[in-house]
């Protein structure tokens, strides 16, 4: 890095030392630096290990097949069927209901708002958005849907929570991807005298699409971990529950603060082999979100 | 005008730009059926997004009002937390100095490591390796919350036991660090947490800063025989502070929001606490996701107020943060 060719003997030799005060600093900066990679790793591999080899334990047939349905905490077996269920609806429900929103937010805000204030506030919003805590999404339907409406808890009411955790990162991904579509494209649609709508889902959005798979997959692995809202509003259940707009219902999360919390041994089992599924099912997600991004990126052909 | 459109956008100034195909001015159609559609779904969308965000501080407001007129305690200076007694005492004080206090810590604790990760990837790693390198920092992100607090209560907070013990012993002088009996659910042991599942907010934000140093800049002092380390001091630290300190907010603003790992590592004791290191504490969210069970009417406004400060406190610290950053530029 710092060989500067000189021959030897001449003063200019001087130049290819560096002082032994500067090498010492500049190694010592290096081993902070290779010590602080090393110590994030730590926890990543203790959170992963201790997972996996808890989670073990009960990672059997009886854990996918059976609820917690008059099981108790001292009691083996038992499972999460109810739970992987409820988290599969609830999560199904809240990318259909925010992805829309989201990703026509998205083409609003970069195809349409231009500098307008409009879409200077809704930018502003979505940044606010993406700032909320997950409990305060949680005691908002709490306080509209539950309070106001007088609906019961219910899979939809945690969907309606974890949708506004959702909108914000899907918003924002979508948009990054759109404005990488040349504008060459839309210009070529335009000239061709085709209308602006078409142009964006014609020729915009499939031009965008793998990225933004990318990023709803990302934002689904996201949601599919979050706790609090939903203590708030599905509640919890230990029955299996298959109808997401009636009543408490199960969820993986819940279902490991559940069983976490009770002292028997039996339940801590069950709550690792719940967060290794989870886990499980998350990392599945990211990987194929991954895989999706690598195929192809978004450009112009 | 649906020819104007066209032409109106590749004028030359719009192209330098770089901006996007707009119709002219605030017009958002061609005036055809399906783009007047679109255009107002797209315009809907927006709108809602907007509603959403109003309706949260609105609806919050709303059903906290009663609980607080009910309130027979200072709700800001108080540090009992009684809302389903009658008549009902509550105050934020204790939940606002442990959320406070965890989330400092957590960001004291995460900031310089997170540095030192992006520097690293950005610098000392093989640069094929770098991508991969931030895709693992990322899987901490990547793993729930939830899990966190279960391997927070289950494994850290053993081994969290003897550090805080032998910090007490060694540093016991600072008030922040004294007390009797350090613990293993403390302040500390959540801050810990906090700052593990902050880490890669800040260390991927601080990535992005580094990418944008002006190349020129890190060559230029190369050239002039600078050691890397003199290299990042003298170019890269001083154009990414203000990044890397907005990193550091957003990271703050994040540990605050958190519930669920916190709820499950910290004990709850009564009162605020200066001694970290022992048991005890309790923060917005946590406190929310512990007393919902048994909250009634009464108890549930009061948890919806205290919602509401956090609401508040998170969106100061999120606005700060994005101010600063988009100092230099725009990251976020």
Known sequence: MTTVSTSKGRPGAALTKVSTGRRIKDRFVQVLVYL???????????VLWTVVVNGAKRFDLTFFQFSMNAVGGRDAGGGAYHAIIGTLQQVLITSLI???????????LVEYAGDGRLGKVISFTVDVMTGIPSIVAGLFVLALWLLTFGFDFSGFAGALALTILMIPTVVRASEEMLKLVPNELREASFALGVPRWRTILFVVLPTALTGMITGIMLAVARVMGETAPLL??????????????DGAQ????TFIWDQAKDPN???????????????????????????????RRPAGR | MSSESGVEAKSGAEVAAGARHRATGTRMSTGRAGDRIFAGAARGSGIVVLGIVAAIGAFLVWKAIPALQDNEASFLTSEEWNPNAAPPR????QLAFGTVMSSLLAMLIATPVAIGIALFISFYSPRRLASGLGYVVDLLAAVPSIVYGLWGLAFLSKHMEGISKFLNSTLGWIPLLGGDSPGKNSIFTASVVLAIMILPIISS???????????????ASLALGATRWEMIRMSVLPYGRSGMIGASMLGLGRAMGETIAVAMVLTFVPGINWHVLENGGSTFAANIANSFDEASVTGRGALIASGLVLFVITLVVNMAARAVVARRKEFV
Do not use: C
């Not at chain 1, 925010?98 to 609003?108: E, K, N």
């Open chain 1, 36 to 46: 602080a990679f090393a110590l994030a790793l730590i926890p990543l591999m203790s």
């Open chain 1, 250 to 253: 199960g969820s993986l999360p």
């Open chain 2, 90 to 93: 509550f105050g934020i004080a």
């Open chain 1, 265 to 295: 041994q039996n339940s801590i089992d069950r709550a690792w082999t719940g967060a290794l599924v989870l886990i499980l099912i998350i990392m599945l997600l990211n990987l194929a979100a991954r895989f999706v991004a690598g195929r």
């Open chain 1, 98 to 108: 925010s992805v829309p929103i989201a990703v026509l937010t998205a083409i609003y």
């Open chain 1, 232 to 245: 708030l509003t599905i509640f919890y259940t230990k029955v299996i529950n298959t109808n997401p707009v």
């Open chain 2, 205 to 219: 934000i601080s990535r992005e800063v580094f990418l944008q140093v002006p190349q020129d800049h890190v060559e």
